[in-house]
């Protein structure tokens, strides 16, 4: 009885303390907990109980596009500025030049914050996992008698 009781523990204390880190690596790349890459689908997924988060998470990831998109203006821009330059006898550097370098300019502390707000999406699910409040929820653990002094456990998924 005593081991029946004892496993029967052990097996809900394992259930509520399961849970699924991610981590943060460079690029805004998010990967779980067995080191495979989860694409931002599956992270908001994994963040739809937790509307701040995932509120967070795609204001990340709203710079991380604007980021690129202003970087690679930028130098899209310059490039071409360069080539025209190099092909005609014009002016150079001319104004397309200096609106790419505006832009390329731009795009570098958008990027930068970008990965700060992932960063923090990332810390504080894993803080939230780690806490005595997570785990599974859904679940419940209840010691239960009757009158004939029998003791049990009852366990809710």
């Known amino acids: 009885m005593k081991k029946t009781f004892l496993t029967t523990l052990l097996l809900a204390a394992t259930l509520t303390t399961f849970s699924q880190e991610i981590k943060y690596k460079s690029g ?6 067995e080191g495979k890459k989860m694409s931002p689908n599956e992270v908001r997924e994994l963040l739809a109980k937790e509307p701040g988060m995932l509120q967070f998470y795609n204001a990340g990831r709203s710079k991380k596009t604007a980021g690129n998109t202003l970087m690679i203006a930028g130098l899209g821009l310059m490039a071409t500025d360069v080539l025209i330059g190099a092909n005609k006898d014009t002016q150079f550097p001319s ?8 832009s390329f300019l731009i795009s570098i502390p958008v ?3 970008f ?3 992932i960063k923090t999406v990332v810390k504080d699910y894993n803080a ?3 806490s005595k409040d997570s785990g599974n929820t859904d679940s419940q653990l209840y010691f239960v008698s009757n009158g004939n002094n029998t003791f049990g456990v009852k366990i809710i998924f």
Do not use: D, P
């Not at 805004?28 to 907990?33: A, E, L, M, W, Y």
């Open 128 to 130: 939230k996992l780690s």
């Open 28 to 33: 805004g790349r998010i990967f779980n907990s």
């Open 95 to 102: 104004a397309l030049s200096y609106i790419g370098a505006a």
């Open 115 to 117: 990965s700060k707000k």
């Open 111 to 113: 990027k930068i914050g």
